[in-house]
């Protein structure tokens, strides 16, 4: 048993030190005659040993059911669009001083799109009471990678981002969804429904549970 134990323990030891950068793509040959973005996992980039038989199963019912089709599908498309959104976030070099504090702009973006494979594989897998706390963290990762990225474009310079990783700081989120997005008027009913998603997940997430 002992040795067993030791083993696990090795395992786990040796993967923690493994680099923990990966890189994945997708493409179509027929973009103009795409019906779908592919399997879930494949968006994701998971492979077979990240998803439980059950996890398959469930997938391959919602596949073959024509009542959630739709919506499945749309719901794939908006994952693959936040997937690919990444290359959006450029690097501009402001200044030599910055060392490698550019490259952690995209620390928000990663942390939640783990966030949101998490809460997808809990989903798959039965565990929804853990997906509502989750999908608060998604959306708040998502906005304040929105927060940091616009910031630093405006004041020419990273140190926005130096002070949150030194002090682990935040603006209030009032202040987080205004400068997350432009202000304009396309933009209003966006910050609008942003506010009322934080809302509905505080309450559903962050507060005792609810006899509803």
């Known amino acids: 048993m002992r040795k067993k134990r030791n083993s696990t323990l090795e395992k786990l030891i040796k993967k923690s030190a493994e680099p923990k950068v990966a890189s994945s793509y997708w493409y179509h040959t027929d973009i103009a005659n795409a019906q779908s973005p592919g399997e879930i996992k494949k968006i994701l980039g998971l ?47 402001f200044s030599w001083d910055e060392d490698l504090t550019l490259f952690k702009q995209w620390y928000f973006y990663y942390e939640s799109k783990y966030i949101l494979t998490e809460a997808i594989l809990c989903g798959l897998n039965g565990f929804t009471l853990s997906v509502g706390p989750m999908m608060r963290l998604f ?36 202040t987080i969804i205004t400068g997350s997005l432009p202000a304009d008027d396309f933009c209003k009913p966006i910050k609008k429904r942003l506010q009322l998603h934080l809302k509905a997940l505080s309450e559903n997430a962050s507060h005792p549970y609810q006899p509803s």
């Open 47 to 93: 492979g077979d040993e990240h998803c439980s038989p059950l996890a398959k199963k469930i997938c391959n019912l919602i596949e073959a059911e024509e009542l959630y089709r739709k919506d499945w599908l749309d719901f794939k498309w908006k994952l693959a669009a936040f997937i690919t959104i990444q290359d959006v976030f450029d690097a501009p070099i």
């Open 139 to 174: 959306l708040e990762f998502s906005l304040l990678q929105n927060y940091y990225y616009r910031q630093t474009r405006n004041n020419g310079n990273y140190e926005i981002i130096q002070k949150y990783f030194s002090n682990k700081f935040s603006p209030n989120w009032n």
